[in-house]
Nanobody
Framework: QVQLVESGGGLVQPGGSLRLSCTSS????????VSWHRQPPGQERELVAI????????RYADSVNGRFTFSRDYPKNTVYLQMDDLKPEDTAVYYC???????????WGQGTQVTVSS
């Protein structure tokens, strides 16, 4: 069974920071397009950041650009989402996704809850 595992969520005050991690025991993440998504309560899931394999180009949603940083540690087969200056509107379940670059497959993690509140 293919699995992606996210971790690092929690409760943080506005202006605080969290770092989310995503890893897999079955996928080599450098071989996939990897992305972070989030789903706020009562809203649709939305793309947060995305990178294709070992590309140097990382794209961010306008709502998080300048505050969030997508990084990769492929020797550890792990990707991260560093979230700074968190705002209440960042509250959501955050998911990582791996999509095949030349095969029609995609995989999702279980999600990790991020709550930003004072």
């Amino acid at each position: 069974q293919v699995q992606l595992v996210e971790s690092g969520g929690g409760l943080v005050q506005p202006g605080g920071s969290l770092r989310l991690s995503c890893t897999s025991s079955e996928l080599t993440l450098s071989s996939y397009t990897v992305s972070w998504h989030r789903q706020p309560p009562g809203q649709e899931r939305e793309l947060v950041a995305i990178v294709r394999g070992t590309s140097s180009t990382i794209r961010y949603a306008d709502s998080v650009n300048g505050r969030f940083t997508f990084s990769r540690d492929y020797p550890k087969n792990t990707v991260y989402l560093q979230m700074d200056d968190l705002k209440p509107e960042d509250t959501a379940v955050y998911y990582c996704k791996a999509q095949g670059m030349n095969i029609p497959v995609n995989y999702w993690g279980q999600g990790t809850q991020v709550t930003v509140s004072s």
